[in-house]
Nanobody
Framework: QVQLVESGGGLVQAGDSLRLSCAAS????????VGWFRQAPGKERHFVAA????????SYADSVKGRFTISRDNAKNTVYLQMNSLRPEDTAVYYC??????????????WGQGTQVTVSA
């Protein structure tokens, strides 16, 4: 069992940066793969990025490649999502989830409560 708590969201302008954090407690976090998803109002939850627990392999949605970077600090039980060059279309609630690297939300067993990111034009 693992508990996930996201933080770092906020209101920014287009072109700005934000770093989201996903703090974990419970079982050994270093053995979990973690994904980030986002959900805009009235839309489905979409995959953003993921990082594996073996080798730290990363994957990204095409819409964020080159702008977002996922990383993890196992000593701090935290996964980060660095978001640069933010666009209004990045506006959504961002969720972290474990334990998969799949782009499909139903492959994940554990979810945080989400953090709101709003990007103004």
């Amino acid at each position: 069992q693992v508990q996930l708590v996201e933080s770092g969201g906020g209101l920014v302008q287009a072109g700005d940066s934000l770093r989201l954090s996903c703090a974990a407690s419970g079982r050994t976090f270093s053995s979990y793969s973690v994904g980030w998803f986002r959900q805009a109002p009235g839309k489905e939850r979409h995959f953003v990025a993921a990082i594996s627990w073996i080798g730290g392999r990363t994957s990204y949605a095409d819409s964020v490649k080159g702008r977002f970077t996922i990383s993890r600090d196992n000593a701090k039980n935290t996964v980060y999502l660095q978001m640069n060059s933010l666009r209004p279309e990045d506006t959504a609630v961002y969720y972290c989830a474990a334990d998969s690297t799949s782009p499909f939300p139903d492959r994940y067993d554990y979810w945080g409560q989400g953090t709101q990111v709003t990007v103004s034009a």
